[in-house]
C-alpha cells in the first residue's frame, strides 16, 4: 500500500497563501486568548484549590454550593465531573490569602454537617470516609469474629486482612451506596458483615481527589513552566543551527515551533481546556516532536542540496518535501492513532493533556509540511535581495525606496 | 547484507531475556515487603508489581510543608533570656526590662539602676559572642542573632520536623513514605496508599504542644478579650497572657469561645511527655490520658502541690482544652477533655507520643488523590495503550507487509525493554508516565517508518533489494538521531521543571526512546537479516 506516491505538489508555489492561513489562525488563537483574559490556568498555576466528591446518587451542585458556602469556604464553580454515573463534583474554590488553609477538610466537614449528620457524632464510624487503619482497630476492639478466644488465631493479622479487603472494595468503586455493598465483600464472614450493618455507617458521599497550592507554591511553578517552555524553544533553535549550520534553517524551525505552540494555546482557550501542569508537560513534548518532521525535511534538503548544487534553492525545496511527504503524515498519522486512543480511553485527568498532542500533532505536521521549509526560502530570498543591494552604497537608499514602494 | 551473525541475535536475546528477569526480579521483591501482599503470589501478583507506582496511581496525599522557623528562632530567644535573667540574679546585675518582639531576636530597656558596662560584661559571659550581636542604640539595647547562629537553628528546627513527622507516620503504619527536607524551610511528604487522607493531614500537621499552666487567681474564663483586659485594668502584666478557650454547656454539649488569663510560663510541657493513650473523661466520653516522666512528674507535683484550690489548663496548640480546679498534688498523670471522636482522641494521643513538632507547619501545597481515582486511571490507562498499540500494529502491517510485522515485533520488544529498564531502575509509573509510555510506541514506530520508506525510495531508484535495505538502514540513521535529540532535550526541561507526575513522564518518555534506538535501527535490521540475509539471491522485499 502505498500514500502520497511520487508526488509532486508545488508547495512552495503557494506559499503566500500557507502563510496567510497561519497568520489567520494565530489572529483566531490570539482573539481567542485576549476573549478569555489569557489562558485557563489551572489550579497548578493560579493557586486555589480543586477538590472532587463522589456521591451515591445524582449531586445537586446548587446544594453542593450552598452547603459549602455556608460554612465559608469562598466557592468560585461547583460543575459536575467525568462521566454522569459516576456522580461526581468539581469544586473550585479561589486562592486563600493565607497559606495553608485546609479548604477540602472545612468542605469535607460542611457536606458531613448537611448531608450526614449522623456521621459528625461521636462513634459513628462512616466506612466512605474512613480509611483500612481505623478499621482494624474499630475490629480488633469489638472483635466480632472471637478470636481473642480461639487459641489459634491471629486477630490482629486477620482483621488488618478483613479491613484491607473491605476498603479495597469501596476503592474499586469510589463509595458504597449502601452497607449491604460493604457486607457482601468477599472474604468477609456472616459474623463482621452483621458487624458493619450495626456498628457502622455508609455516608452518602466520599473524597475522590484534592488538590490545593498556595501563592508559594503556585508562583514557583509558573515560573518554572514559563522557563521550561523558552528554553526548550532555545535548545531546539540551537540545536538545528548547529546541525545545520545555518542560522536560517534554526530560525525557521523555531518559528514554526511558537506558530505550533501558539496557534495550540489558542485552541486551549477556545475549548477552554484548562492548563494544568500535564498540559504544559504535553506542550513541551509537542515541542520536542514537532520538531522532528521540520528536521526530517532539512535533513533532505540539506542531502540534496549536496548532490545537486545547481538546482534552484525553491525547487530543490520543493523537491525534499515532496520526498519526506509520506513519512511525515505516515509518522505523525501512527503517533496521532495512539493520542486518539488516550484521548477517548485515557480518562478525564489526561483530557487536556491529550488535547494538546491531538491538535498539537496536526498544527506541527501542517506547519513542518507548509511553513518551515517555505520560510528558509523567504529568508533565503530576502538575504540575496541585500546581498545584491549591498554592494554599492548609494543604492542601499533606492533599494529602500523600490521596497518601500 | 550481511548473514545474521551469532552475536547479534545473542545480543537481542539477552536484552530480551535481561528485560523480562528484571521485570519479574522486581516484582518478587516488590511482594517480600509488601504488607498486603497475598501469601502465595501467582505470576499475574508479580507482573502487578513490577513497577513502583507514583501517587497519582496508587492514591495518597503529597504535601509541601512550611516550618515557621520563626517559631522556634522565639523559643531559642526565650530560654537565651531566662539564661539571662538567671545569670544577672547571680551576680546581682540589674536588668531592665526585656522582651522577645521578634523571630530576630530580644530587646533590653534600660533603666537608671542598670549599669551599661556592667550589663555589657553580663551578656558577654552569658550569651555566646558567636551566636549573639548586641546592638546598643541609647537606652534601647538589642540582643539578635548571627547568621551562622540562625541558619543553624532553623536548619535543626527542619530537621526536626522531619525526624517528628516520621514518627508519627511511622506510627500510622504508611508503607514506603518518603518525607524530605526540600530549601530552607520546606518538607515534602509523600505517603502512598493512604485511604483516609484527613485523618493523616491532621495527624501530621498538629504541632502536638501540650503545656500545663497555672490559670492566673482573676483569670476568667472572659467571654471577650476586652473583658480579660478590663479585668487587668487595660494591661495584662508581663509574666500573664491571654489564651483562647472554649467553655462547654453540659447540657447541650454547645461550645462557645472564652479567655482566659494565664500564667506565660508553662509548670510542665510536652517535652516531659512519657506516654499518652486514649481514656475517658467524667461524660465517659474519649479523652487523652498522658503520663509524666520522673523529671516532669516532680514538677507537676511541686507546682499542683504548692496551688491547691487554683486552677490548672491543660493548653494544646494555644488553646485551653480545659481548667481544672487543683484538688490535691498531682504526681505523674492528668487528663485531656475535649468533646472528642474515638478516631480524633486515638490521633491525638498518637501525635502527643511522637512529640511535638518544633514549630508551626504550614502547607503549601496537597494533592491527594483518592483510591479509587488511582484505580481507574490505571484502568483508563492500561485501556488506552492496548487499544493506542494494536491501531499502530494494525495500521503498520496493513502498511508495510512482512515489513511492517518486523517493525511491530521491534515495537513489542521496545515495550518490554522499556518496562524491564524502569523496574531496573526502579522508576516510578505515573499517570502521564502510562501517556509516555504509549507515545513512546508511536514515536518509536517513527524510525521504523523512516528506514522503510528510505528502503522503499532506494529500492525505486533500482537498488537490488538486500543493497537497498543496507542503504535505507544507513541512510534513515543520521535522521533518526536528530529526530531523538530533540525529543529527548525537551523530555530533559520536562523532568527540570516538573512534580512527581510529570517527572515519570520525562522518565518514561526518555528510556522509551532510548529502547527504540537499539530496537527500531538494531533488532530492526537483524530481522531483516534473517529474512532475507542467508538467501543468495533477493527478489523482491515485501516492504
Redesign the interface.
Known sequence: ??LFHKTNIDFLGAKKAFIATSIALILIGTAALVYRRGPNWGVDFTGGAQI?F?FSSRPDENQVRGIVEKAKVPVQSVQRYDRPEKNQVLLRVPLQAK??R?V??EA?RALTAALFPKGL????FDLN??????LE?KLEQDDPEKLAERPNADPKAEYKRIA?AI?GQ??????FASIDQAAATPGVSPAVAQWLKEKTVVGPF?????????P??GHD?RR??A??VI??WA??LA?IAL?FRSPSFGTAAVVALIHDTWITLGLCAIFQVEIS??V??AF??L???S??DT??VY?RIRENREKSRKEPLAQLVNRSIN??L??TV??S??????????F????E??RG??FV?LFGIIVGTYSSIFIAAPLVIIWEEWKARRAAAKPAPAAVAAGKASRGR | MKKPTGWRIALTLAVLVGSVVAYLWRGREALKVSPTAPPNPTIADVLKNGLKLGLDLKGGIHLVMQVKTADALRLEAQDAVEHLKAEAGKKGVALGPISVADENGFAITLTDATSPSALKDLLKSSLSPTDWQIEERGREWKVVYRDGARLDIEAQAVRQAVETIRNRVDALGVAEPAIQAQGADRIVVQLPGVDDPARVKEIIGTTGLLELTLVDDKGGPYSSMDAALQAYGGKIPDNLHVVEGFSEDADTRTRTTVYYVLQRAAAVTGRDLKNARVGQDKFNQPAVEFFLNAQGAAKFGRVTGDNVGKRLAIVLDKRVQSAPVINSQIKDNGIIEGNFTAERADSLALVLRSGALPAEMVVLEERTVGPSLGLDSIRQGILASVVGMLLVFVAVGLYYRLAGLNAILALILNSILLLGAMAWINATLTLPGIAGFILTVGMAVDSNVLIFERIREELEGGKMPKIAIDLGFKRAFGTIVDTHVTTIAAAAFLFQFGTGPVKGFAVTLVIGLAASMFTAVFVSHLLFDLVYGSKEKVEAVSI
Open positions: 500500500m502505498r472532587v463522589a497559606e495553608g485546609d477540602a477538610g469535607t457524632e461521636p462513634g459513628t470516609l474512613q480509611g483500612a487503619g481505623p482497630a484491607a476498603i469501596r476503592s474499586s468503586r469510589a463509595l466520599t473524597l475522590i481527589s484534592a488538590d490545593n497550592v498556595g508559594q507554591v511553578l518554572k513552566g522557563w521550561a528554553l526548550s535548545a531546539m540545536y546541525r501542569l500535564t504544559v508537560a513541551l513534548t515541542i520536542g516532536y520538531v522532528n528536521v526530517v535533513d520526498e519526506t509520506s513519512r505516515i509518522t498519522g501512527l503517533t496521532f492513532l495512539v493520542v486518539l486512543a488516550l477517548f480511553l485515557g480518562g485527568v489526561l493533556f491529550s498532542l
